[in-house]
């Protein structure tokens, strides 16, 4: 089944939500992912429950997003509040201010906490959303300066490699922030499986995440894991081909998925976009469904018009957006169609 999703925050005024949920099926979408950030939990978890149903009213399947819970992307990590003690640490000693240490007990407790509030509302499907660690200074794919060299994570690193966590960004430094990323959806994941949820996650695409598409294997490991995507956004990169570049890594994402027998998950830049270049959301979205996506999302609702990084045009780019998702399901249509026909000769 063809899958278009489309991610949605920035409102929780009910009235709208009703609208915007009908808005985003007339654009051919049968797929949303709401936002359930610290302070949604806070401040409108039920508001939360009756977004879910008024979009599964709609027709829409569910994605709950875990937006900013650990920091960006997305909001600063409210948790830190509470816990100060669980600041991610760069390698040079600097308190990184607004991210969570993965390895910290304190955050996975409180994780497993946001899922029980996810199962509240109703969703039943969870998109973790680009984890990574943080680095600055970065050279040929390696960071200078990196996280995370908390007490927490040097004592792991000591007992994983027997020596102390150096500063310099080591091979083992490199595999232990691997391990650190993949170690907490281990555990994450199997409490949310253990309520029936279905999880999904999206990994960037640059070397000095911990987590990205050359190394994205180590997470799709986990059979606790159902999904595994990434998203190629084109915009950010000098002079590349949007079709190619698209389709290029979207071919990579699903290769890992079906060595390891994983949905897939394949974002479309739909956010940031310059004037004259909104085109270019439909190139990018046929190269995802010819390269053999079949969930295919777009970041986000109406060019992310309730954001700094919103579209220059939003009226226009979702347009464009809604058009694209359109065509892709017109050829899947035709495909389908034409199985039909065949079993009648």
């Not at 986990?222 to 998203?231: F, P």
Request: net charge negative.
């Amino acid at each position: 089944m063809l899958k278009l999703g489309v991610a949605y925050h920035g409102n929780r005024m009910l009235k709208h939500v009703r609208e915007d949920m009908l808005d985003i099926v007339r654009h051919n979408f049968n797929l949303v992912v709401h936002m359930l950030s610290h302070n949604d939990w806070d401040r409108h978890k039920n508001i939360m429950k009756e977004i879910v149903e008024i979009s599964q009213d709609a027709g829409l399947e569910v994605w709950i997003d875990n937006w900013g819970l650990g920091g960006p992307p997305g909001d600063k990590a409210h948790f830190l509040s509470y816990y100060p003690e669980a600041h991610q640490i760069y390698s040079n000693g600097e308190v990184d201010p607004v991210r969570v240490c993965l390895n910290n007990k304190d955050f996975r407790k409180f994780t497993k906490e946001w899922i029980d509030v996810v199962d509240f509302t109703g969703a039943r499907s969870i998109f973790w959303d680009e984890p990574h660690l943080t680095g600055r200074n970065v050279e040929n794919g390696k960071p200078k300066i990196w996280t995370c060299k908390c007490e927490t994570c040097q004592k792991l690193f000591e007992e994983k490699y027997g020596k102390k966590m150096p500063s310099e960004f080591t091979s083992e430094v490199e595999e232990f922030r691997i391990y650190t990323v993949v170690d907490y959806f281990r555990e994450v994941t199997a409490y949310s499986k253990e309520k029936g949820m279905y999880n999904a996650v999206c990994v960037m695409l640059g070397d000095s995440f911990g987590i990205n598409l050359e190394t994205i294997d180590r997470i799709s490991a986990l059979d606790t894991l159902d999904n595994v995507g990434s998203d190629p956004y084109w915009l950010g990169h000098k002079d590349v081909n949007p079709y190619k570049f698209v389709y290029e890594a979207t071919r990579k994402n699903l290769d890992i998925c079906n060595k390891f027998k994983k949905d897939h998950n394949i974002w479309i830049q739909c956010y940031n976009t310059p004037r004259g270049r909104e085109e270019e959301i439909i190139y990018a979205t046929e190269a995802a469904y010819d390269a053999g996506a079949r969930t295919i999302l777009a970041w986000g609702y109406r060019g992310s018009d309730a954001n700094d990084y919103r579209a220059k045009n939003p009226e226009l780019t979702w347009k464009v957006t809604g058009d694209a998702m359109g065509r892709i399901l017109n050829r899947e249509r035709d495909a389908n169609r034409d199985i039909y026909r065949d079993l009648l000769k």
